[in-house]
């Protein structure tokens, strides 16, 4: 595994991930986004700079969210699909559909048999 340190020009902040190999300029990745959906970047620039500790050069890589992804994401923001106003909580939720009684499991006969 290499370390990778990425920094993000839409976002404007600096990460590192583990990767299998140096991605080249001009592909692209797949990286969380700080709300924990996964978006899509461009490779924008891949340099080495020589480790403090000897002779290891380190990858960077500088990226941007795609076009077609900025697009998304900023549809999503005008017209979210989740209205975040009708939040409930969980509990509250199961008790719409389960009432304040306490929920009594059926038990199933999974004997198989032909005899009757």
């Known amino acids: 595994m290499i370390e990778i340190e990425v920094q993000n020009e839409?976002?404007?902040?600096?990460?590192?991930?583990?990767?299998?190999n140096v991605p080249r300029i001009g592909e692209g990745i797949r990286l969380r986004e700080p709300s924990g959906q996964w978006a899509s970047y461009d490779i924008l620039d891949v340099w080495y700079q020589q480790a403090e500790y000897g002779e290891v050069w380190v990858p960077y890589i500088h990226v941007r969210m795609t076009p077609d992804e900025m697009k998304t994401a900023e549809m999503a923001r005008v017209n979210p699909l989740v209205d975040k106003g009708q939040q409930v909580p969980i509990e509250d939720f199961l008790k719409k559909f389960e009432g304040d009684h306490e929920h009594e499991t059926v038990k199933l006969n999974l004997?198989?048999?032909e005899d009757v």
């Open 111 to 113: 004997d198989m048999s």
């Open 10 to 20: 839409t976002h404007q902040d600096v990460h590192r991930i583990k990767v299998m």
